[in-house]
C-alpha cells in the first residue's frame, strides 16, 4: 500500500507498507539505526531476509516499510514507478495469535478423518508456523505460493490437492482461493 503524504514543511513523500522482501526488491536506499540513509547492498539485504524469516518462522505477520520524497509537486499515476527507488526504513512483527479454540476443532477434525488445507495471505513460513501451533501441521507440509497454484496446470493442481498429506497454499488472494475451492469440488470434495 503507497499512500502520498505533505509534511508539515510543504515536502510531498510516498509512504509504503507490504511484503517485506517484494518491497525491499523496490529499494536502493536503507535507512540505518543512526537516521541517516545509504545506498542498500547486498548484505543489508539478506540481513532484512533472516530477521524477516526469523519473525515469520515464529508464526508472525511482518511488513515492511519504505518511502521516498517525491521530486517537484508531480505524482506518478502508475504504481510501479511510484514504488520505485525506496528508501527501506524497518520491519513490524505483529502477532496474531489463533483464538484458543482452535488447536480443539483442529483435533476433532483431524480425529473425524477430515483433511484440512490451508489457503491463506500469509506468507509460507508464517502460515506453516500458526499450522504447526495449531496441529494442523505435523510433519513436513508441502508450500506452495499463490504465484506458484495459478500456474500449475489443472491436472498437476488436483494430483497436489488430492495427494498432498499437509497442504499450505500460501500469499492467496480471494481469486486462488476460489480456484482451490473449485477444483476440490470438481475432485468431488464436498462442504456441508
Known sequence: MTTADEEPDGSLWYHVKGAPLELLERCTAVRGADCVDRHLMEEDRLNVRREFERYAGEGLRVLGFAERKISGRELEEDCGRAESGLTFLGLAALEDPPRPDVAEAVSRCLAAGIRIIV????????AEAVARRVGIVRGSPRVVSSAEADAMPQDELDSL???????????????????????LRAEGQRWP
Open 119 to 126: 489457503v491463506t495471505g500469509d506468507h509460507g513460513l508464517t
Open 161 to 183: 490437492l488430492r495427494d498432498a498429506p499437509e497442504l499450505i497454499v500460501a500469499r492467496s488472494n480471494p481469486e486462488t482461493k476460489l480456484h482451490v475451492v473449485d477444483a
